[in-house]
């Protein structure tokens, strides 16, 4: 893929609109290019764990998927159930947390600004409080909700991230596409932490766009405005700045079509 590296990269210096590509942004072009382009032979379902007050799981609601939403911050709470009322028996919501472990009760690190919450603190924002909650595997929980096909995972859980991709069974439910968060600016995420996670996933089939971004300070600022500095596409090419962060999205090694719809995407913007 060594042409579209080339091809992003050029882009990008060339800056526009191309730097406004972030996660939503991801999710409303390359994402859902990707599975437009692409017959639907069932009703497409979605997993979205952190999913806040859900704007990354309405752009797929609103192509008529399915989706089991995870979000145990109550200040997400009434957005959700906005969301639940316009989509039906179409979409879930489910107020634990996922982790690598099945416990009844764990400490939840609620932050003042919805979003920032999750199993550890947060480097910004504030603390609002601390309340015990559910944590469950992907694993266990899905198939005794009656899952029995993901499309796509999406995973923002504010540090737990990798932890969560651990938990899903993947040759059960094999997603076609799998969007999570990285930072470098939460312990226990680094360069070799996302290079071992981008190896585990390799052998699961899978391989890796990083999609890079940086808030030159606004996060420190409670502003949380940022842009996009760089797309990873060739193997090997990892984030090494102390503060770096974004999104990794994963796609079965076969598949032709997410190049596809990242080119598009990048020629579009850029």
């Given at each position: 893929m060594s042409n579209l590296q080339n091809i992003v990269d050029a882009a990008i210096r060339?800056?526009?609109?191309?730097?406004?590509?972030?996660?939503?942004?991801?999710?409303?072009?390359?994402?859902?290019?990707?599975?437009?382009?692409?017959?639907?032979?069932?009703?497409?379902?979605?997993?979205?764990?952190?999913?806040?007050?859900?704007?990354?799981?309405?752009?797929?609601?609103?192509?008529?998927?399915?989706?089991?939403?995870?979000?145990?911050?109550?200040?997400?709470?009434?957005?959700?159930?906005?969301?639940?009322?316009?989509?039906?028996?179409?979409?879930?919501?489910?107020?634990?947390?996922?982790?690598?472990?099945?416990?009844?009760?764990?400490?939840?690190?609620?932050?003042?600004?919805?979003?920032?919450?999750?199993?550890?603190?947060?480097?910004?924002?504030?603390?609002?409080?601390?309340?015990?909650?559910?944590?469950?595997?992907?694993?266990?929980?899905?198939?005794?909700?009656?899952?029995?096909?993901?499309?796509?995972?999406?995973?923002?859980?504010?540090?737990?991230?990798?932890?969560?991709?651990?938990?899903?069974?993947?040759?059960?439910?094999?997603p076609a596409l799998v969007f999570v968060e990285f930072s470098y600016y939460f312990p226990g995420q680094n360069p070799a932490v996302l290079g071992n996670t981008i190896a585990g996933m390799r052998g699961r089939g899978y391989d890796a766009v990083i999609f890079e971004y940086r808030d030159d300070g606004n996060f420190r600022r409670n502003n949380w405005t940022h842009r996009l500095i760089a797309i990873h596409v060739e193997d090997g090419r990892l984030p090494t700045a102390d503060d770096a962060f974004g999104n990794v999205l994963f796609f079965k090694r076969d598949d032709r079509e997410l190049p596809v719809a990242l080119a598009s995407t990048v020629a579009a913007l850029g």
């Open positions: 060339n800056g526009g609109r191309i730097l406004q590509l972030t996660d939503q942004a991801v999710a409303e072009t390359v994402i859902r290019d990707y599975f437009r382009a692409i017959p639907a032979q069932r009703q497409r379902h979605m997993i979205d764990v952190g999913a806040a007050y859900g704007s990354v799981a309405g752009v797929f609601l609103n192509d008529g998927w399915s989706a089991d939403l995870f979000e145990p911050d109550p200040a997400c709470r009434q957005p959700l159930q906005k969301l639940l009322a316009k989509h039906g028996p179409r979409v879930r919501l489910f107020t634990h947390a996922v982790s690598s472990t099945d416990q009844e009760s764990v400490l939840f690190h609620q932050n003042a600004i919805a979003g920032l919450s999750g199993l550890s603190s947060s480097p910004f924002g504030s603390a609002r409080s601390e309340l015990r909650i559910r944590s469950v595997r992907l694993d266990s929980f899905l198939p005794s909700v009656g899952v029995t096909a993901v499309d796509l995972l999406k995973i923002d859980t504010e540090g737990n991230d990798f932890d969560v991709l651990d938990s899903h069974d993947f040759p059960a439910l094999a």
